[in-house]
Each structure stands twice: as structure tokens, then as C-alpha cells.
């Protein structure tokens, strides 16, 4: 079984600061990671992906996260926040079952609301 | 269409009613999920199409929820009586098989059962 901790439900952060959301996951099987975000009623929109090489993976909209097995962490980070950054951020897993169901296991999201 | 396709965006149902989503996926992917988001409970799998069969169902919450798909294409997902719990907002997802769950979402269909 697999699940996802995301610690934070609100970060506040003010315009042009840098901002970490913190992703923990738990898995007995080799996972695959992912970053998803939501605007005001929209669907999910992948931010960034990782399946395996770097663990220094970059993304849309300037974001980047770092892949820690040591740690099973997946943090996002954004050297400098923008109005139009304010949405929820969802971390997720897979399996990345070879019988192809990848199905994913969020975490319970985080609410970013940027302070101009 | 370029995107994935949920209709309607919004449903409001009496309670007991039974109700029909779509999900229209991007031409080509294989593989479809349907998800569910509620305020209690975050967002939850329901059930994994590869093709037109269903191999993961053990996400559907109940037996009054059913899904098929059709052609390797359109899905729907069907909610039989329902109940207000049952209101949230329904996610349609498609992706290419083996691409280690990066999907590409649908707008959702928000569900009130009053």
C-alpha cells in the first residue's frame, strides 16, 4: 500500500518569496512521484513528474522538486512566488504497475495563497 | 478534442435519483481513471479502465456505482439512488499506458444531491 503526507494545508507566502511545499510518501514497492496543481474550480494540471535519472526534476510555471529515497520526500520549491501561483498543490504517487494500472494516491493537498 | 472531456460540469440531483457522467478522453490513451474529490475525504480512485475492460474496481465506494466504457473511448460513470454523501466532484483522468501514472485530468462534474 502506498500513501502520501503532505504536513502543510495552508502555506500563505508573499509576492516574489521563495515557498517549499513538503511531500512525504510511504511505499513498499519502487514508486513513481508527481506534483499537480489546481486552480479555482479546474481539473488537476501536472507540474512536474518523476519516473527515474535526476532526482532534480523541473517543471511548469518556474517550479522545481528534488526526489529523496533516503527520506521518501518529494519537495516542491519555486525560488520566487508569483499572484497567479495561488491554487492547491496536490502530491501524488504511482506504482507504475508493468500490468498498467498507475493509478494514483494523492495526498491531502495544500492550499497556497501568495500575500501581495 | 485536445483535452479531456466532462460533461455536465454541474448536476444537481434529488436524492434517490439516479445520475450519468461522461468522460470523453483524449483520443489514443489507453487507459482511464475516475476519481472522486470531496471535502472529507480528498481525492479518492475509483475505478481503471485499460481498454474497454475494468480490472481495478476496488476504489467504487458502493454497489450502487457502476462505470463502462465503450469503444475504448467514452466512459460513464452511473450512481444509482443517490445519497448526499455521494455529492463531490467527479475527475475523469486518461493517460498512455506505461507512462508511470502521469495522467491528464478532465475539468470534473460537481454533484450536489439535495
Known amino acids: 500500500a502506498q500513501s502520501v503526507t503532505q504536513l502543510d494545508s495552508q502555506v500563505p507566502v508573499f509576492e516574489e518569496a521563495p515557498v517549499e511545499l513538503r511531500c512525504n510518501y510511504s511505499?513498499?514497492?519502487?514508486?513513481?512521484l508527481f506534483w499537480y496543481v489546481q486552480y479555482p474550480n479546474q481539473g488537476l494540471q501536472l507540474l512536474l513528474k518523476?519516473?527515474?535519472?535526476?532526482?532534480l526534476v523541473k517543471g511548469i510555471n518556474g517550479f522545481e522538486a528534488e526526489f529523496n529515497k533516503s527520506q521518501t520526500s518529494f519537495h516542491l520549491r519555486k525560488p520566487s512566488v508569483h499572484i497567479s501561483d495561488t491554487a492547491e498543490y496536490f502530491c501524488?504517487?504511482?506504482?507504475?504497475?508493468?500490468?498498467?494500472?498507475?493509478?494514483?494516491?494523492f495526498g491531502t493537498g495544500t492550499r497556497l495563497t501568495i500575500i501581495p | 478534442g485536445a483535452g479531456v472531456s466532462q460533461s455536465p460540469s454541474n448536476k444537481v440531483t434529488e436524492k434517490g435519483k439516479d445520475v450519468e457522467l461522461r468522460c470523453d478522453p483524449i483520443?489514443?490513451?489507453?487507459?482511464l481513471y475516475w476519481y472522486r474529490q470531496s471535502l472529507g475525504q480528498g481525492l479518492e480512485f475509483l475505478i481503471y479502465?485499460?481498454?474497454?475492460?475494468?480490472?481495478?474496481k476496488s476504489g467504487l465506494p458502493s454497489d450502487r456505482f457502476s462505470a463502462e466504457r465503450t469503444g475504448g473511448s467514452v466512459s460513464t460513470l452511473t450512481i444509482q439512488r443517490t445519497q448526499q454523501e455521494d455529492s463531490a466532484v467527479y475527475l475523469c483522468?486518461?493517460?498512455?499506458?506505461?507512462?508511470?501514472?502521469?495522467?491528464?485530468f478532465g475539468q470534473g462534474t460537481r454533484l450536489t444531491v439535495v
Open positions: 483522468a486518461s493517460s498512455l499506458k506505461h507512462r508511470g501514472g502521469e495522467a491528464f
Open positions: 511505499s513498499s514497492v519502487s514508486v513513481y
Open positions: 518523476y519516473l527515474s535519472g535526476s532526482t
Open positions: 501524488a504517487v504511482s506504482s507504475g504497475s508493468n500490468f498498467g494500472n498507475e493509478k494514483l494516491t
Open positions: 483520443s489514443g490513451h489507453t487507459a
Open positions: 479502465f485499460q481498454g474497454n475492460s475494468a480490472p481495478d
